[in-house]
């Protein structure tokens, strides 16, 4: 079983800035990515950001220059620095790990996984 634990989120102003934060713990074998999606009210759930296991990143064109991901000390977390924010950035935003899990002793995988979503609103 594996285990997302995201911190981060909330409410700021147009041009301000926050800072999301995911680890994945448990019985993981290999991650292969991590990245940050995110889901406004009525749309479907697009990419915001990815990063590979090698370090290259994948930016959806709306962040580019606007929102970095980066890794806290070990390849299972992933943060999303977000500066510049507008009122569209406003969504719920979903941690993902393309992993291979341990399940009764046996690699499974890699498929995806996801994380609860941490709420990101961008208003004055």
């Known amino acids: 079983q594996v285990h997302f634990v995201e911190s981060g989120g909330g409410l700021v102003q147009p041009g301000g800035s926050l800072r999301l934060s995911c680890e994945v713990s448990?019985?993981?074998?290999?991650?292969?990515?991590m990245g940050w999606y995110r889901q406004a009210p009525g749309k479907e759930r697009v990419l915001v950001a990815s990063?590979?296991?090698?370090?290259?990143?994948t930016y959806a064109d709306s962040v580019k220059g606007r929102i970095t991901i980066c890794r806290e000390n070990a390849y299972n977390t992933v943060c999303l620095e977000m500066d510049s924010l507008k009122p569209e950035d406003t969504a719920v935003y979903y941690c993902?790990?393309?992993?291979?899990?341990?399940?009764?002793?046996?690699?499974?995988?890699?498929?995806?996984?996801w994380g609860q979503g941490p709420q990101v609103t961008v208003s004055s």
């Open positions: 990063i590979a296991r090698d370090g290259h990143a």
């Open positions: 448990g019985s993981f074998f290999s991650i292969y990515t």
């Open positions: 993902h790990a393309h992993m291979a899990i341990l399940t009764a002793g046996h690699v499974t995988g890699p498929n995806d996984y």
